[in-house]
């Protein structure tokens, strides 16, 4: 194969994939812009004919705020968990994994906790969250939701954690510091990168998580933006460019989250692929 050849391969699949990625936003983000009789009518794929701002007024007056508010909230407290846990329980496995054999075991158990599909063990999540009296709560989807992201989140975070040179820590034991000041003021700063991209990457599962909020609650001031999107559906029948404003207005918090943080997020990628 020569060398023009493999170019021209490699520029239309970049071409395709783009286009795969490209058009159904594109779509989304036409049709939410869209009448009714316009979206009916027209070429899905044309420019709107007359851009009208209705269905996000529609959207947003149809209690947005409310599940938006629900995301943020489930969101925030699952991940702020999640990284509190994680990071304590990597800088345990990583400071006495090499002279202990339960920190060994204890690693083996966040290992264990990937090789169980969420799916499978909903039945027991809500059985106990009815023990627990907590159904229908905004608890109910944090905890659950937090706990199935901590394995992944040690695993990334041991990665980086081991990287660490065990000299900086004797240094600041010998120098009188505990463990909690160890893991605060030398552990916490120098994960900072991979501690970002656990957080985006575990705001985003929680963020769009469905299973949890599906069957976990079930009063509509409980409901959380991937389940809200389905009673918009309900709501508004075939009002598909309502549907897409949904859509778009639900992204835009992530969105802004990847804006804000992409340049943490990119050195952590780049300081895993490095290893």
Do not use: C
């Not at 120098?190 to 469905?210: E, H």
């Not at 299973?211 to 309900?234: C, E, H, K, N």
């Amino acid at each position: 194969m020569t060398t023009t050849l493999r170019r021209a391969l490699t520029a239309g699949a970049t071409l395709l994939w783009t286009a795969i990625v490209v058009v159904p936003v594109y779509w989304v983000v036409t049709t939410s812009v869209r009448s009714r009789a316009d979206f009916v009518t027209a070429n899905p794929l044309a420019p709107p004919d007359a851009p009208t701002l209705a269905n996000y007024r529609t959207v947003l007056a149809g209690g947005f705020g409310t599940y938006l508010l629900n995301s943020v909230v489930v969101t925030l407290a699952a991940v702020a968990v999640t990284a509190v846990a994680s990071l304590m329980a990597a800088f345990v496995i990583v400071r006495h994994g090499n002279g202990s054999a339960w920190s060994r075991r204890y690693f083996r158990l966040f290992l264990l906790g990937l090789a169980i599909p969420l799916q499978a063990v909903i039945i027991p999540v809500y059985l106990l969250i009815i023990r627990m009296q907590l159904y229908d709560s905004l608890l109910a989807i944090i905890l659950p939701s937090a706990a199935f992201a901590v394995p992944v989140t040690v695993l990334i975070l041991v990665s980086f954690l081991r990287d660490v040179p065990a000299s900086l820590f004797e240094a600041m034991v010998v120098d009188g510091a505990g463990e909690w000041r160890v893991l605060l003021s030398l552990a916490a700063p120098l994960v900072r990168p991979a501690l970002v991209t656990v957080i985006v990457y575990d705001g985003l599962q929680v963020w769009n998580g469905f299973l949890f909020p599906l069957i976990l609650t079930q009063s509509g001031d409980r409901a959380v933006l991937p389940l809200a999107l389905t009673l918009y559906r309900g709501q508004f029948g075939i009002d598909v460019p309502a549907t897409m404003a949904a859509v778009v207005l639900s992204t835009l918090p992530m969105l802004a989250v990847y804006i804000l943080a992409r340049r943490q997020l990119v050195a952590g990628l780049t300081a895993g692929f490095s290893k």
